[in-house]
Nanobody
Framework: QVQLVESGGGLVQAGGSLRLSCAAS????????VGWFRQALNKEREFVAA????????VYSDSLKGRFIMSGDNAKNTVYLQMNSLMPEDTAVYYC?????????????????????WGQGTQVTVSS
């Protein structure tokens, strides 16, 4: 099954941007839903965005729509999370997750238990 390798986290000032990457190792994301979640210190894991890789369809957390953009690159078997206008409250560990099938047709795309494969997480810190 696919394995996930994340990169792109770091420290950025408020108002800045970062792009996170999630690469599929050993196989492609074809026929997978890929999601981004985040977990701030002492808080529950929160849904950020998800993509149905086969057609590039995306869904977002209502609170993040407009600032965060998720996309996929078929040639690189990689999905990206472009994060703009970052705020200190965006500080968290960001996780990439995947599961076979199209979760975007159900409400499960926002539920972390629907994803069976997880990356190691990447820290994003936004300073004020």
């Amino acid at each position: 099954q696919v394995q996930l390798v994340e990169s792109g986290g770091g420290l950025v000032q408020a108002g800045g941007s970062l792009r996170l990457s999630c690469a599929a190792s050993e196989r492609t994301f074809d026929s997978y839903t890929v999601g981004w979640f985040r977990q701030a210190l002492n808080k529950e894991r929160e849904f950020v965005a998800a993509i149905w890789y086969d057609n590039g369809g995306t869904v977002y957390s209502d609170s993040l729509k407009g600032r965060f953009i998720m996309s996929g690159d078929n040639a690189k078997n990689t999905v990206y999370l472009q994060m703009n206008s970052l705020m200190p409250e965006d500080t968290a560990v960001y996780y990439c997750a995947a599961d076979r099938g199209n979760l975007l047709y159900s409400r499960w795309y926002a539920n972390n238990v629907a994803y069976s494969i997880w990356g190691q997480g990447t820290q994003v810190t936004v300073s004020s």
